[in-house]
């Protein structure tokens, strides 16, 4: 979120956030975070935790992830039901890592990340995501 001692108009915060939500390119979102390092000040751990809320949506856009759910140190990936995977890369990547990747009958994807808390997690769950974005197709 972005604290009211960070921005204190609520019409700015509002406004804010609609362009956050609204950005549909990695580029345009880091232009976004820099306008408002440049206007606020070098931003808080809660908003340097929402820009990268909003990249990891962008990455999981890329590679057709309806969902994104993190519960007990594992990460589940549920995938747009018209997604077609690349069977033979999904494969690989899960033997490449068996304790790390599952793949379940219906498609949903199990990672259990190496690293579990904070902005390491979004930056290796994003770097996934990324990988998976060859992989999966319409």
Not at 36 to 57: Q, T
Not at 106 to 132: I, S, W
């Amino acid at each position: 979120y972005i604290p009211s001692d960070y921005v204190p108009d609520s019409d700015i915060r509002l406004s804010l956030y609609r362009r956050l939500i609204g950005t549909r390119s990695t580029t345009h979102l880091m232009e976004i975070a820099a306008e408002i390092a440049d206007r606020f000040g070098p931003p808080p751990i809660e908003v340097k935790n929402l820009i990268g809320l909003v990249d990891l949506r962008l990455a999981a856009h890329d590679c057709w992830v309806t969902g994104i759910k993190y519960r007990k140190s594992a990460v589940t990936l549920t995938f747009f039901d018209k997604a077609r995977f690349d069977t033979e890369r999904i494969v690989e990547l899960v033997s490449e890592r068996p304790n790390a990747f599952s793949l379940s009958p219906d498609g949903t994807l199990r990672y259990r990340p190496e690293q579990t808390a904070g902005e390491a997690l979004v930056y290796d769950l994003k770097n996934v995501l990324q990988r998976l974005a060859s992989y999966v197709t319409l």
